[in-house]
């Protein structure tokens, strides 16, 4: 709706492009640029062309057209000297710079990075706790198949593992 003005037609859309910068390879084939564009999975050669693209941009590149503006570019997203900037990278610098200054700007940025880490460390923490549940079980189900080995009780078992008799019952039948 914001491409279009009030009267204007659908096919007066400018091409949009949306851009991912990665600092990995996100498919693994070196490529500076992977360029996607929207078509059909049914049929192979149907494409929508509605003018929009998908581009993936790979600092970790190795591979593709020789672009060397291009590669300055990703050699600055991703921290590497950068000998003889251009002028996108040049304005780049400017708007960090300026960003850097916004104490406002810098004080969101701080709030989203302590959210994402927060997000990501109770993530890593439920992780942790299921892969110890899975183990514990694990554990429990070998010391039951032993005593099952030995002829102890069912019910014995259950109370020395913590296994019900039916998870105990159901290890004897696989025995």
């Given at each position: 709706?914001?491409?279009?003005?009030?009267?204007?037609?659908?096919?007066?859309?400018?091409?949009?492009?949306i851009?991912?910068?990665?600092?990995?390879?996100?498919?693994?084939?070196?490529?500076?640029?992977?360029?996607f564009?929207?078509q059909?999975?049914?049929?192979?050669?149907?494409?929508?062309?509605?003018?929009?693209?998908?581009?993936?941009?790979n600092?970790?590149?190795?591979?593709?057209?020789?672009?060397?503006?291009?590669?300055?570019?990703?050699?600055?997203?991703?921290?590497?000297?950068?000998?003889?900037?251009?002028?996108?990278?040049?304005?780049?610098?400017?708007?960090?710079?300026?960003?850097?200054?916004d104490?406002g700007?810098?004080r969101?940025?701080?709030?989203?990075?302590?959210?994402?880490?927060?997000?990501?460390?109770?993530?890593?923490?439920k992780?942790?706790?299921?892969?110890?549940?899975?183990?514990?079980?694990?554990?429990?189900?070998?010391?039951?198949?032993?005593?099952?080995?030995?002829?102890?009780?069912?019910?014995?078992?259950?109370?020395?593992?913590?296994?019900?008799?039916?998870?105990?019952?159901?290890?004897?039948q696989?025995?």
């Open positions: 709706m914001d491409l279009l003005k009030k009267g204007e037609k659908y096919d007066e859309l400018r091409d949009s492009y851009i991912f910068i990665c600092t990995f390879d996100p498919f693994g084939f070196e490529e500076y640029v992977y360029t564009e929207n059909c999975d049914e049929v192979k050669d149907l494409k929508l062309e509605d003018g929009t693209w998908k581009l993936f941009l600092t970790k590149g190795r591979k593709g057209r020789n672009r060397p503006n291009l590669k300055i570019v990703l050699d600055y997203f991703d921290n590497k000297p950068v000998k003889e900037p251009t002028e996108l990278v040049k304005k780049m610098e400017t708007a960090v710079e300026i960003a850097n200054k104490k700007w810098r969101e940025v701080m709030n989203l990075e302590m959210k994402l880490y927060d997000r990501e460390r109770i993530g890593m923490q992780g942790i706790q299921k892969g110890m549940q899975k183990g514990e079980k694990k554990k429990a189900r070998e010391v039951a198949v032993n005593l099952l080995k030995q002829n102890l009780p069912v019910n014995l078992i259950a109370n020395a593992t913590g296994l019900s008799e039916t998870e105990i019952e159901e290890l004897k696989e025995l």
